[in-house]
């Protein structure tokens, strides 16, 4: 099985970047605002819409967590828009995502957030369900809503096994 | 000057409904995802974008407090979207809010956020800026990017003076 296995790697911008977007506060300068009484870090990420009957929605997500290793059956995608989760606490969230080959998903990456990162999945991005790893984790997410089909699951034959070098 | 004291208000759905949106997961019935391994609470607040070139983007803002009776002598409105504002923390913060009088804000209303509770302003709704109360509280802030006037700014010939009642 080892050719199913799968190193977990810090999240970066960079690696990241053909995936989607690190939301990370901490690598942006901040613009004042309000007469100097605030400090923006803008454009952490876009949250784009494939469909001109699609709109953003801001919503909440509660999730279990996962044990490592993780064994990774099944990953998902949106064609009609890109997905943003952002903990509401500090703890570090696996994230699993596939670049496409041919419209299924290729050999998996993974990565673990650091303190107060979130990532937004660029439209039609495969990727892992929400997987805290300690205990449960809480989320806003922010992504498209409206009418037409926008997710496609993929199931793998045999489970990618996710893990710390 | 009585006839300029605003008393501020518990900040509610239904009070809030003219202005846009409470972001309050504590209102809404969560739905499973994930083979029951997380639940959902959708829909909390859409974004809503006016123009084709606009996009949604996530940011942050840091916000200094104000303090009270608060002298409030600026509201401001964006005609292109809507935006979104989420606490990091549960602290109350102020929410400032005018009905439009032919073009112009009308009287305010304040109201003060209660636990994990954000705001979204409708399009072209007069606000306040952010104006946390007791010391520096962080944002997460979702609203519209893109070309264009998105800003428009209202001077009061003399403050409103907003305070518990």
């Not at 876009?46 to 999730?63: C, K, L, W």
């Not at 998902?76 to 496409?100: K, S, T, Y």
């Not at 999945?121 to 926008?150: C, E, M």
Request: with cysteine.
């Amino acid at each position: 099985m080892s050719g199913r296995q799968i190193s977990i790697e810090p999240l970066t911008r960079e690696a990241f970047a053909p995936f989607g977007t690190v939301i990370d506060k901490a690598a942006v300068a901040p613009r004042p605002m309000n007469a100097g009484k605030a400090r923006r870090f803008h454009d952490l990420a876009p949250v784009a819409v494939a469909d001109p009957d699609g709109q953003v929605v801001i919503g909440a997500v509660e999730a279990d967590p996962y044990a490592l290793p993780l064994r990774l059956n099944l990953v998902e995608r949106h064609p009609l828009g890109a997905q943003a989760f952002i903990p509401l606490n500090d703890a570090p969230f696996l994230v699993v995502v596939c670049p496409d080959e041919n419209g299924a998903p290729g050999r998996p990456q993974a990565f673990v957030t650091g303190l107060g990162q979130g990532v937004c999945y660029a439209i039609g991005t495969w990727h892992g369900v929400l997987t805290p790893l300690d205990k449960r984790q809480d989320f806003w997410v922010i992504d498209r809503s409206g009418p037409g089909v926008n997710l496609e699951e993929h199931l793998f034959g045999e489970p990618w096994i996710i893990a710390f070098a």
